[in-house]
């Protein structure tokens, strides 16, 4: 007997419970007309993911409660149809991460979450109880158990839900995404699920919250580990799959992108979720005639239109002709707003009020770092007049040696490049440009360059940003030791000035603004290392 299950990977905004329950009724309406008898939604869905310490609110879970009872009433409309719905559940003085499966105008059913991560960027046990028991029902002869996400990491509550009978394992994800994170769900799933004899129909959570990015892709696998449907990645989807009994049957595989391709659309995604669901108009940003700005200037204009978008270049005295020329030709191309503010006379200014004070010290970083402050503060008056939210530009690479300045470059209300390394910058720059040409090629190929003192560059005073961005992936992405460094090759000089410098910018990483997340470790949520440290790796 043939069973229709519908995916419906939805964009929840967290706190918004209209929003969401309008997402999740316009799947079931349109799972309805597709005679599906399940809809499965991704975790948390009707409140959003993570939803944080709201979760400490009394009033959090009373509303997420009513909205629930309001949805199922709701989707009475559509007999017999099973919607399975991720949501906060108090019980018993416990709190729970929990889903329900509504069912003509009822909840029939209620699952408590098993495991509870705590790592990287998951705090689940600051919030919610952990629960043991299994949820399965059966529907036209094949029996369907439910998990939650973190579930399906461990063997314990699939072998739980396979003890109760469970044949196909719905399983509502929040997952994050960051690069190479498709394969390795799939490969643990394969491990934790489909190896205990069960078919697997994955919700994942699509858009950005905060930092966090959900790159969708929900899939269906079966009993035996292969991959038989599978939904876009970073795009919103409702799609129907239909199984003979316990066996899906295969319809159509999401196109594979490439690594420069995934995480080009994740900060799209993150920029236009961030901007849009927080209310701001457009976006500011401060254009250099360098790589890390022009990078920016896409994703924005990609994001959110090139009429939300306004580029603003702030030429100093050390600007360089090709900086303003290839800045003037960018902007071109893309058709975004565009002003030229020249900063001579506020430096000057500034230098003058110094003057007395910095008599008989001689020129050093200070100056350098007015420059930039000056471009911030102009950026930040823009935003205060439009509304606007000023994006800023500093890469990863950057921000780990603290090669930025506070209340300078480093001043706005989100970070789109933040967890992107230097070099992985040109790979989408060029990425980018193979779409369509927006990005000046001299743009890629000349020396990178603050363009703060006269014939500047940036490895005047740091490593290769290879070999930057090497160490730093090492020491800070994968833990390595520097011994484990030096065995990979890298000079024991540069491995301690870098080391030494990601220690000694902890204070400047704290007070920049939130950004879009990547990797499997970025600055912020997942490194949480103190200022004031005397431990020093030998």
């Known amino acids: 007997m043939t069973v229709n299950v519908a995916i419906a990977q939805i964009n929840s905004t967290v706190g918004d419970l209209a929003g969401n329950s309008a997402k999740i009724a316009d799947c079931a309406r349109r799972a309805s007309l597709e005679n599906a008898d399940i809809l499965l939604t991704p975790e948390l869905s009707l409140v959003g993911y993570p939803p944080e310490d709201l979760l400490l609110r009394v009033s959090f879970y009373a509303k997420s409660q009513i909205a629930l009872q309001a949805l199922a009433q709701e989707l009475a409309v559509y007999k017999d149809l099973y919607v399975i719905v991720g949501h906060p559940f108090a019980q018993d003085g416990h709190h729970y991460n929990a889903a329900s499966v509504l069912c003509n105008g009822e909840i029939i059913l209620t699952y408590r979450k098993h495991a509870l991560p705590n790592y990287t960027v998951f705090d689940e046990k600051r919030y919610f109880s952990s629960a043991d028991d299994a949820c399965t029902f059966t529907l036209k002869g094949v029996c369907f158990g439910i998990n939650i996400c973190e579930d399906t990491w461990f063997d314990e509550a699939p072998a739980r839900a396979r003890a109760a009978g469970a044949e196909v394992l719905l399983v509502l994800n929040a997952s994050p995404y960051h690069m190479q994170k498709e394969h390795l769900r799939q490969d643990v799933m394969r491990f934790n699920v489909t190896g205990q004899g069960m078919a697997l129909v994955y919700a994942n959570l699509v858009g950005a919250q905060d930092e966090l990015v959900f790159d969708g892709g929900s899939f269906v696998m079966n009993a035996n580990g292969t991959i038989t449907n599978q939904l876009p990645h970073f795009a919103e989807a409702c799609v129907t799959v239909s199984f003979n009994g316990a066996e899906p049957v295969a319809q159509s595989l999401a196109e594979e992108m490439s690594t420069e391709a995934q995480v080009y659309a994740a900060l799209v995604l993150g920029v236009q979720d961030y901007v849009r669901k927080n209310g701001f108009p457009g976006a500011i940003i401060g254009l250099s005639g ?181 160490i730093m992936q090492g020491y800070m992405e994968d833990g390595l030791g520097i011994a484990e460094l030096l065995q990979a090759g890298y000079l024991k000089e540069d491995i301690d000035k870098i080391t030494r410098l990601i220690k000694l910018n902890e204070y ?11 990797t499997n470790r970025a600055f912020g949520r997942d490194w949480r290392y103190p200022i004031t440290s005397k431990f020093r790796e030998q």
């Open 290 to 470: 360098g790589v890390d700005s022009a990078l920016t200037l896409a994703i924005a204009v990609d994001a959110l239109g090139a009429e939300n978008v306004r580029a603003v270049m702030m030429p100093s005295p050390y600007t360089a002709e090709i900086s303003w020329v290839d800045s003037r030709e960018m902007v071109q191309r893309l058709g975004v707003k565009y002003d030229e503010i020249a900063i001579n006379d506020c430096f000057t200014a500034f230098r003058d009020a110094l003057d007395f004070e910095f008599k008989d010290l001689p020129e050093d970083a200070t100056e350098e770092n007015l420059q930039a402050r000056i471009r911030g503060t102009l950026l930040m008056a823009l935003s205060n007049k439009t509304g606007a939210i000023v994006l800023t530009t500093g890469n990863k690479s950057e921000m780990a040696v603290g090669y930025c300045t506070l209340y300078g470059d480093m001043a706005g209300g989100f970070a789109a490049i933040k967890d992107i390394a230097k070099t992985l910058v040109y790979r989408l720059c060029s990425y980018r440009n193979s779409i369509s040409d927006v990005i000046p090629e001299r743009i890629l190929t000349r020396a990178p360059s603050a363009e703060l003192r006269p014939n500047q560059t940036d490895q005047d005073s740091l490593p290769s940003y290879e070999i930057l961005d090497g």
């Open 508 to 518: 400047k990483r704290r007070q920049a603004p939130v950004g879009v997340r990547v």
